[in-house]
Structure formats: C-alpha cells, structure tokens
C-alpha cells in the first residue's frame, strides 16, 4: 500500500488577547476567547508576562480549586511557588515544569516566590489547561514535577532549530513526562533560515503559538507567517514544518488526540455535565476538596 504523509497547513490564526487573572496578573490568552472555546484536548492557553515587577507589585493565584482537567505550568523566568490540598508544595525556577493532573479535586496557591515579591523582578511563563476524558475526571490528583535539568532538548543538525520537549518526542528525543492522553508540548526556538519538520500523529489537534519573533508554519506558499501573540491552528495531516523569519521565532507546538466529548466548564472546573458542575461547587463548598494546610517554609 502507498504510504502518503502531507504536511498540515494553517486553518485559521487567531491573536491573543490580554486578560487579567488570579490577583491580577496580565496574561496573553489565545483561547479561550469568544471566538474560540478550546482547541480539544486543550482548554486554555495562558502567558504569563513577560512583565517586569516592581518590589511589592507581584502577584498571583491565591488559594483556588480545580477539577476534571490537568494543568500544566511552565516558567521560563522567575520563581514561582506553590501549595496544595494534597499536602504538596515546592518551588519552580527557569525552564522547570509542573504538570498537575487536578482529577477528582484539588486546592492550590500558585504565587511568585517570596524574592520576587519582596525585590521585584521579571516573570514570564505558561499555564496550559489539558481536558481529561470522562473516565479520568475523578482521578486520583497527581504531580509531575520536573526541573530544566530533566526536560530533554534537541537540535538539527545546522543548530538553527532547537526544542525542549516537554511532552511527546521531536528529533528522536523522548519526554519523560507521562500523559494519561498521548500529548505533544515542545517549545521551539527557530533562527533565521531554520526549517524544521516535525512528525505529529495525524489523530491529533495540533497548534502554534508564537510568543517570540515570527515563524512560517506550513508548506503552501513558503508557509503562513505567525507572529509574536499569535496562534495558528493547524489542519490535518503527520508533519508540522516549522521555518524560522528574520530575527527567528519562538514557539510551543501543542498536540493532543481530541476526546470529542461535552464540555461543562466554568471557572476553576471543566467536567462533561451541568449537574457534574454544580456537584463540583458542592463539593468544594463543602469542604471536600480538602484545604491547604500551611507550612512554615514557604509564608
Ligand atoms: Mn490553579
């Protein structure tokens, strides 16, 4: 049988807005928008900064919940700390990743360190929200934390396209992130004249979101140039070619197998029905999410 592989080309591209968050942080937000509920699995994509805090001024998320999803929170400058229900807490600096699967229930703080609040200083990072089927939704929660020392990277042979694979595999390089749903999460940096062709399964959704430069994404007609705070969706097919413009691009490439069900999301809690939701207040109302309970080491 002939085997054919085609390129994706770019659907539609999208601008991110800015919104304000947590306790009033800015952020860069692709979708969702009105516009763009999700990009199935992925619910929400959120850049954190650049932004440059003044002693005094950082904030973040006080205590909240979630359930029914997993988030996945990357620093690329900064120190960001957190605490949970579960009775976990820690810090994540530059390049580090945290990838919580929330499940059945969850209270967390996520807040700059304690430094960058008192002296200042710049923070910029992502959280990404990934939906989790209806059998997984009250999952045992669990953490994946992985520092910048363990996330794999990769580069072409000329060094002009280099990736640090968070989740999935890109130039014969592994994550070491496990997925409960086969997931791609890379953060691209593409040079001037580089050009990089990266193999996603055809199930999956894929998109670009360039938070640096510009990139050309695609194959027709040299590609469709993405810019700084925007996000091409990408149509189907088994590569995704990535080319660098003048001044080179920066990028997460997210990929996901779709899971086609309902989606009742509203604020902090993304389940398939209403009455899941309204369950879902319920239990957190009533204390049955837990609460932090505060360590010394980190007020
Ligand atoms: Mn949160």
Redesign the pocket.
């Known amino acids: 049988m002939e085997q054919t592989t085609s390129v994706r080309e770019v659907s539609r591209v999208v601008t991110a807005h800015k919104q304000r968050e947590g306790g009033g942080f800015i952020v860069r937000r692709p979708f969702p928008s009105y516009g763009l509920s999700a990009v199935d699995p992925f619910l929400l994509i959120d850049e954190m900064g650049p932004v440059d805090y003044a002693p005094g001024e950082a904030v973040g998320?006080p205590d909240?919940p979630?359930r029914g999803f997993e988030?996945v929170t990357y620093v690329l400058e900064g120190e960001m700390e957190h605490e949970d229900s579960a009775g976990h807490s820690g810090a994540l600096g530059p390049g580090d990743v945290q990838w919580m699967t929330a499940g059945g229930g969850i209270i967390?703080s996520?807040e700059p360190s304690r430094a960058l609040r008192e002296h200042g200083g710049r923070v910029h990072g992502f959280q990404i929200w990934i939906n989790l089927p209806a059998r997984l939704k009250l999952t045992t929660p669990r953490y994946q934390e992985i520092p910048a020392s363990r996330i794999p990277t990769a580069a072409t042979p000329d060094g002009r396209a280099r990736v640090r694979v968070v989740a999935g595999q890109a130039l014969g390089t592994r994550a070491v992130i496990e997925t409960h749903t086969p997931i791609v999460y890379q953060d691209w940096t593409v040079d001037d004249g580089g050009d990089v062709t990266q193999a996603v399964p055809r199930g999956h959704q894929a998109l670009v979101y360039v938070f640096e430069g510009a990139v050309r994404v695609g194959e027709a007609g040299g590609g469709r140039r993405v810019d700084d705070g925007q996000m091409a969706v990408l149509e189907p097919g088994d590569l995704v070619r990535l080319r660098g413009e003048p001044g080179g691009g920066r990028l997460l490439l997210l990929a996901g197998v779709p899971l086609n069900e309902p989606v009742a999301r509203y604020g902090p809690f993304v389940m398939n029905t209403e009455a899941e939701l309204v369950q879902a207040f319920a239990d957190y109302q009533s204390g049955r999410m837990g609460e932090i309970t505060r360590t010394a080491t980190l007020r």
Do not use: D, N, R, V
């Open positions: 998320a909240h979630h988030t967390h996520e």
